[in-house]
């Protein structure tokens, strides 16, 4: 049986992706923290996913 997977995002769309959250936070009245910020670079440089980027967001404010 084959399996499919979703193709990698480059860059540019984990880029926009982080632009658009921040964005639509800041629309609510929320604020990136400085290590959010930093934790976001580290998944537009494709260093940690995105699963490891919500892990890491919902373990900074107590939502395990």
């Not at 670079?41 to 890491?56: C, F, K, N, P, T």
Request: hydrophobic content about 35%; glycine content about 8%.
């Amino acid at each position: 049986m084959a399996t499919s997977r979703t193709p990698a995002t480059s860059r540019s769309e984990r880029e926009w992706h982080v632009a658009q959250a921040i964005h639509n936070g800041e629309m609510e009245g929320l604020h990136v923290t400085p290590a959010g910020r930093k934790d976001a670079e580290q998944y537009i440089d494709g260093q940690i996913s995105s699963d490891e980027l919500v892990a890491r967001a919902r373990a900074r404010f107590g939502l395990v």
